[in-house]
């Protein structure tokens, strides 16, 4: 599917400027000289196309209470994807994603407690493939905003 001006003028609106109200779509319409349906069912289109993954609003864990961690897995091969679709399972899991190296599976994890993520992460290095873990506590945290301007 190719991308036509007005959807990525929808992409472009999509990454950051989701209105606050009501009925956002309808107010993102009338941005976009169109109608509210319509709009609807292009964001669908994008999605089943895979051009968008998720819409969203992103929190401050921290703020409200979460404890985050960034865990690094070796897993053999012939198993990564059936511990990638196990960590997927939890709700805690914000990210999974393969990598090369030894290393070679990356997910991080939110938890409100100390003892559910260690209760996760027990029953996740447990799992048939993984040989090794690492948990990479952040010290500081660094965010930042990525978007792209579609033309």
């Known amino acids: 599917m190719e991308l ?3 959807d990525k003028s929808l992409l472009n609106l999509l ?4 209105p606050v109200c009501s009925r956002p779509f309808a ?16 964001v669908r289109e994008l999605k089943a196309a895979g051009y968008l ?3 969203g609003t992103f929190f401050n864990s ?3 209470g979460y404890r985050s961690t960034l865990i690094a897995l070796e897993v053999t091969p012939s198993e990564i994807c ?10 805690e899991v914000t990210h999974n994603y393969e990598r090369e ?7 991080t994890l939110s938890t409100l ?6 209760n996760i992460l027990s029953e996740i290095k447990s799992l048939r493939g993984v040989e090794d873990m690492i948990n990479l506590k952040s010290n500081r945290k660094f965010k930042i905003n990525v978007q792209f301007n579609l033309q």
């Open 27 to 42: 107010e993102m319409a009338s941005t976009l000289g169109a109608d509210e349906n319509f709009v609807l069912e292009r």
């Open 101 to 107: 190296g030894k290393f070679n599976l990356w997910f």
């Open 4 to 6: 036509s001006s007005f």
């Open 53 to 55: 993954r998720r819409i």
């Open 62 to 64: 921290d703020n409200l």
């Open 113 to 118: 407690n100390a003892e559910r993520e260690g």
């Open 15 to 18: 990454q950051g400027n989701i």
């Open 82 to 91: 059936t511990v990638a679709e196990t960590i997927n399972g939890y709700d």
